[in-house]
T-cell receptor
């Protein structure tokens, strides 16, 4: 079945540091890939997505590129801010009529001033 | 625009009690899902629905039942709550023809079973 593996945290960075959160996946066919973000006490929000190989998703300074050859979708940001402190989830959807999302376990990011 | 609304936001149950969690969406989405979130486990799919009157089991369906009598509502029931069902529950919806499967989530229901 489908699965997502992401680096486990917690990750603590200083403000303006570079962020990478690794994500690899196993899926049949050609899944869509997502990064969701969960701020404290809130539900998940879509951060960015990519629907086919070599697509780059980007939003709020975050980027991730769909790499089919390495089955990866790593999240990056060049300069993190305190407001980026949250839990980040990598996810995939293989479609197949129900669009079920399969999530990684989440990575908690804390950014300190 | 409300999006996806979950009721209640918090609840404490005693072991053996029953309750129903309500999820309502006003975006006319076809697909709806119930997930539970536990520390270190990510989100796991409990049940889902691809349309009014249809439901299907997800990864962890035991101890839960669901119903989708109206397109906009998806109910999650616990008939006899157990401490292992202490969790944060999230509802999500997806439109059928968006193409990519982007999900819209509710704010969550924090359930404690004592």
């Amino acid at each position: 079945g489908d699965s997502v593996t992401q680096m486990e945290g917690p990750v603590t960075l200083s403000e303006e540091a570079f962020l990478t959160i690794n994500c690899t996946y196993t899926a049949t066919g050609y899944p869509s890939l997502f990064w969701y973000v969960q701020y404290p006490g809130e539900g998940l929000q879509l951060l960015l997505k990519a629907t086919k190989a070599d697509d780059k998703g980007s939003n709020k300074g975050f980027e991730a590129t769909y790499r089919k050859e390495t089955t990866s979708f790593h999240l990056e940001k060049g300069s993190v801010q305190v407001s980026d402190s949250a839990v980040y989830f990598c996810a995939l959807s293989s479609g197949a009529g129900s669009y079920q999302l399969t999530f990684g376990k989440g990575t908690k990011l804390s950014v300190i001033p | 625009n409300a999006g996806v609304t979950q009721t209640p936001k918090f609840r404490v149950l005693k072991t053996g009690q029953s309750m129903t969690l309500l999820c309502a969406q006003d975006m006319n989405h076809e697909y709806m899902y119930w997930y539970r979130q536990d520390p270190g486990m990510g989100l796991r799919l409990i049940h889902y629905s691809v349309g009014e009157g249809t439901t299907a089991k997800g990864e962890v369906p035991d101890g839960y039942n669901v119903s989708r009598l109206k397109k906009q509502n998806f109910l999650l029931g616990l008939e006899s709550a157990a401490p292992s069902q202490t969790s944060v529950y999230f509802c999500a919806s997806i439109p059928k023809y968006r193409g990519s499967g982007e999900a819209f989530f509710g704010q969550g229901t924090r359930l404690t079973v004592v």
